[in-house]
């Protein structure tokens, strides 16, 4: 859990499990959404404004809210065996800045707030036998400096039979 990361703010569980094999590539999508706005005072405001639940890209029920806008945010994904290791000791590590196969992208544009998190296969393919329980988190800062930990997780890389990662 990463509990220092929610002081002073409003906590949001964004906790989600990830489980690929050894040498995959993992994508997944964030959807990020604009923080809620307060709730009217009158009868006939709650309403109009009142939030009805929608399906996400993910199958996840969210709340029926506004796109934040990503333009000018950094995002990062890092992965690492141990929460206490440093950046540079990730065993992955994705960012806007990135270049393919590990990279974070805006499919629909930043503006509409989906992101897409892509790691390539040599980060885990040389992890070793036996299940590697990694955890993770997706930070973005927005253009006032503002972090936000938009995900964050446990991902459980499983070894395969074989050890190719590309076709020969």
């Excluded at 709730?39 to 993910?58: D, K, N």
């Excluded at 440093?86 to 393919?100: E, P, R, Y």
């Excluded at 499983?158 to 190719?164: D, E, K, L, Q, V």
Aim: with cysteine; aromatic share 8%.
């Amino acid at each position: 859990m990463y509990e220092d990361e929610y002081v002073g703010a409003e906590y949001q569980d964004v906790s989600c499990d990830l489980r690929t094999y050894r040498g995959d590539t993992l994508v997944f999508f964030v959807q990020a959404w604009a923080p809620a706005q307060p709730q009217p005072t009158e009868m006939h405001e709650r309403q109009v404004l009142q939030v009805s639940p929608s399906a996400s890209p993910l199958g996840m029920q969210v709340p029926s809210r506004i796109p934040q806008n990503l333009t000018g945010w950094f995002l990062q994904f890092t992965a690492k065996k141990q929460t206490a290791d440093g950046d540079n000791q990730a065993v992955a590590a994705s960012k806007t800045t990135g270049v393919a196969p590990n990279v974070i992208t805006f499919p629909n544009g930043a503006v509409a707030g989906l992101t897409k998190v892509s790691v390539g296969p040599l980060s885990t393919a040389g992890l070793g036998d036996g299940d590697v329980r990694l955890v993770y988190d997706l930070i973005g800062i927005d253009p006032s400096g503002t972090r936000t930990v938009l995900r964050h997780g446990r991902w459980t890389v499983t070894p395969t039979a074989s050890n190719t990662t590309v076709p020969d």
